[in-house]
C-alpha cells in the first residue's frame, strides 16, 4: 500500500494506521480486563476449595515437613538451584501383586517361547529353499550339509518342546505334514522331450527312504495353530509375528538403499568414466 508513497507520506500513513490500532485495543481493554478478572476470581474460589481438601486429606506431621522443605528449598534456591528439585512431583508407585508378577514372568516366557517358533519357521524356511534348490539328485556333499542342518533343527525342535511343557502347552505342541509329494516334482512337467532322470544314488534313496519326516515339514505347534488356546497367546503371536514382519521389511529397505547407493555412486560413475574413456580413445585414433 505505502509502496508508491514518498518517505513523509508514507511515515503519516503508517503513524495514523499504528495510532488507530493502539485506540481500539485502549478502547476494548477495560472490557477485557474485567472478563478476565471474574474468570480469575471464579478459578481462584475453585482453587482454594481444592487446596482446602487437599490438605484436609494429608496429616498434619507430614505438611508441616513439607512446609519445612520448601522454606529450605526457597533459602538456598539463589546458593544452590537445584535445592528445587524437591518442588517436583513424587507420585509412590504402588507395589504390584504376586499375581501380577507371575503373570508377567509367564507373559515374557511365553513371549520368549513364540519368538523361538519363529525363528525355528524361519530355519525350516530357509532348509526347504535348499532342497528344492538341489534339484532331484543332489549330489552326496549337499546331502550331508542338509542332513548337518537337519540335524541341528532337531535338537532345537527338542528345546521347543521342553520350553512348551514347562509353560503348560505341551498338548498338540508338534505334528508332521503328511505330504509325500516332493516339493520339485513338477518341475518338469511342461518340459516336452526330457530326458530320464538318471538312477538314484545312495544318498538320495536314504533321503527318499527316511521313515522319520523331516524336520523342516513339521508344523510348530504355536498358539495360531493349536484348538485351545487362548486369545491373549494368539493376540501375542500375532504381535511378535508383526513386529517380526516390521524387523525384515526394514532390513529389506536398508538392503535396497545399499544396492541403489552402490549402482548411482559407484558402477554408474565407472561406466561413465569408462565410456568417456572409450571416447577420448576413439577421438585419438
Known amino acids: 500500500m505505502t509502496r508508491t508513497m514518498t518517505l513523509a507520506h508514507r511515515a503519516e500513513v503508517l503513524d495514523d494506521h499504528m495510532n488507530d490500532s493502539?485506540?481500539?485495543?485502549?478502547?476494548?481493554m477495560?472490557?477485557?480486563?474485567?472478563?478476565?478478572?471474574?474468570?480469575?476470581?471464579?478459578?481462584?474460589?475453585?482453587?482454594?476449595?481444592?487446596?482446602?481438601?487437599?490438605?484436609s486429606s494429608i496429616k498434619e506431621e507430614h505438611r508441616a515437613t513439607w512446609e519445612e522443605e520448601i522454606a529450605y528449598a526457597e533459602s538456598r534456591r539463589l546458593v544452590d538451584i537445584t535445592a528445587m528439585d524437591i518442588m517436583h512431583a513424587r507420585a509412590a508407585e504402588p507395589a504390584p501383586s504376586a499375581l501380577a508378577v507371575v503373570e508377567d514372568v509367564h507373559t515374557v516366557q511365553q513371549d520368549e517361547w513364540i519368538q523361538q517358533g519363529l525363528r525355528l519357521e524361519a530355519k525350516q524356511i530357509e532348509i526347504q529353499d535348499k532342497v528344492?534348490?538341489?534339484?532331484?539328485?543332489?549330489?552326496?556333499?549337499?546331502?550331508?550339509?542338509?542332513?548337518?542342518?537337519?540335524?541341528?533343527?532337531?535338537?532345537?525342535?527338542?528345546?521347543?518342546?521342553?520350553?512348551?511343557?514347562?509353560?503348560?502347552?505341551?498338548?498338540?505342541v508338534t505334528h508332521f505334514v503328511d505330504d509325500e509329494t516332493p516339493t520339485n516334482a513338477f518341475d518338469d512337467i511342461d518340459i516336452e522331450g526330457a530326458a530320464d532322470p538318471p538312477p538314484p544314488t545312495q544318498a538320495t534313496a536314504s533321503l527318499s527312504s527316511a521313515e522319520v519326516p523331516a524336520p523342516e515339514l513339521i508344523v510348530l505347534g504355536l498358539p495360531s495353530a493349536m484348538h485351545q488356546c487362548s486369545q491373549s497367546s494368539r493376540a501375542a503371536e500375532l504381535r511378535l509375528r508383526q513386529s517380526h514382519a516390521d524387523a525384515l521389511l526394514q532390513n529389506l529397505r536398508e538392503l535396497i538403499a545399499e544396492k541403489s547407493f552402490h549402482y548411482s555412486h559407484i558402477m554408474r560413475v565407472a561406466r561413465e568414466r569408462q565410456s568417456g574413456l572409450g571416447h577420448g580413445l576413439h577421438l585419438a585414433d
Open 132 to 172: 528344492r534348490r538341489l534339484a532331484k539328485y543332489p549330489r552326496e556333499d549337499d546331502q550331508k550339509a542338509i542332513e548337518t542342518d537337519r540335524a541341528a533343527l532337531r535338537s532345537r525342535l527338542d528345546v521347543f518342546v521342553v520350553l512348551a511343557s514347562k509353560l503348560g502347552l505341551a498338548a498338540s
Open 22 to 28: 493502539n485506540w481500539k485495543k485502549l478502547l476494548d
Open 30 to 55: 477495560p472490557g477485557v480486563l474485567c472478563r478476565k478478572f471474574q474468570k480469575a476470581e471464579v478459578m481462584s474460589a475453585k482453587a482454594a476449595a481444592y487446596f482446602a481438601s487437599l490438605c
